[in-house]
Every structure is written in C-alpha cells, then in structure tokens.
C-alpha cells in the first residue's frame, strides 16, 4: 500500500519570504505521479503543482516549486515570496495506475500561515 | 471554478437516515471520484467510476453506495447514517488515460445531527 506522510503539522512564513514543505512517500511502484493540493479556508482543493515521477526535472508553477528525489521518496514544496493568499492547508498527495485507478492518496496536511 | 458541480453544498440530517450526494464532472471527463474529508481520517478516496462503471474501491463502507448514470454525474448515496458519517464528501473527476489530472468539485459537507 501506498503511503504519504507530511511531517509538518503547521507552519508559518513572514510574507515575501520563503517556505519549504516536506511530503515523503512509500512506495514500490516505478512510475506514478506526485501532487500538491492546497485548501483555503474555503474548502476548494487546488492543484497547485505536479510531478511524474520518469521526469528528472523538478516541476515549477511560477512561485511554486518542488525539490523531487525519487530515491529518498521525497516531495517538498517550495514556496517563493509568500503572499497572504498562500494561507491555506496544504496536501501532499500520491497516484499512480494501480488496477486500472488513479485514485489520489494523501498525507494528512501542512497548515500554512502566512503572517504580514 | 474547476467545471466540477457538486449539490447540496450542505446538508443535515439525523442519525439513521439516508442521503443522497449528487456530482457533476467536467464536459468531457469521463471518470469521477468521491472522497471523504473528515477530522478523524483526514483525505480518504472512496470509490472511483468510469463510464459508468466501477474502477476501484477504496475505504468506502457497506453503507455506502454510488453509481454513475449514462449522462456521466455520479450519486453517492449514505444511509444509515451515523454521527462519525459527518464530514465533507468531495467528488473530482478526469479524463481517461495518460496524465492524470482530478479537478475537484467544492464538496458537500454533511452534518449528522
């Protein structure tokens, strides 16, 4: 079974600054795919940023980044000049096309606070 | 917007009862997911349909059912309902094959009185 784990219950960043949140997976697929979500206190999950895992380049969505080493099975997210819109939980998330099924597995979330 | 509808937004009920959650996917996504989000469990996949047929089940209780019509919404349908049952039900859906990509819907919270 697959397993993701975020580490970081909560966290805060000064705005402008910059945050890393960790995710780590258990796994013994080869090939699947690797999500961040976030979810403000509106509830709406967003895709903020992916990853397939055959892609040695780590993926960057404008402020967004992530720092991907398949080996130590880690995911972190990076987050450049916060702003006080990136206040939101934040989900580490895991798929990959097991019995014909793409259904997404998720760490427990990083609360992220952005503080003026 | 992601183009997922999702109804009722919030529904209360009391224990014992039956509900049914109603999903809309995007035009063109042909495969629909349902999710539960609550306190205790965190994130948790519950079943997933494609083109009107079951693909996978995840942690999804005998209680609980869903199906996906030939317009391709989806119902998930909790009866029985207990009070650990409240919590917010989301659905997502994708389109088929290679690189998957779920859109959410804004979810249902249930509240089980």
């Known amino acids: 079974a697959q397993t993701v784990t975020q580490s970081q219950p909560e966290m805060s960043v000064q705005e402008a600054e910059t945050v890393t949140l960790s995710c780590t997976y258990d796994t013994s697929e080869n090939n699947y795919y690797l999500f961040w979500y976030k979810q403000p206190p509106s509830r709406q999950m967003i895709l903020v940023i992916r990853?397939?895992?055959?892609?040695?380049q780590n993926a960057t969505e404008n402020r967004f980044s992530v720092n991907f080493q398949k080996a130590a099975k880690s995911f972190s997210l990076k987050i450049s000049d916060s702003q006080l819109g990136d206040t939101a939980m934040y989900f580490c998330a895991f798929s990959f096309s097991g019995a014909g099924s793409y259904q997404l597995t998720f760490g427990k979330g990083t609360k992220l606070s952005v503080i003026p | 917007d992601s183009g997922v509808t999702q109804t009722p937004k919030h529904l209360i009920t009391a224990t014992g009862q039956r509900v049914t959650l109603r999903c809309s996917p995007r035009s063109g996504d042909l495969s629909v997911y349902w999710y539960q989000q609550s306190l205790d469990q965190g994130l948790q996949f519950l079943i997933q349909y494609y083109n009107g047929e079951e693909r996978a089940k995840g942690n999804i209780l005998e209680r609980f059912s869903a199906q996906q019509f030939p317009d391709l919404h989806s119902e998930l349908n909790l009866s029985s309902l207990e009070l650990g049952d409240s919590a917010l039900y989301f659905c997502a859906s994708s389109v088929w094959g290679g690189y998957n990509e779920q859109f959410f819907g804004p979810g249902t919270r249930l509240t089980v009185l």
């Open positions: 990853q397939e895992a055959y892609k040695q």
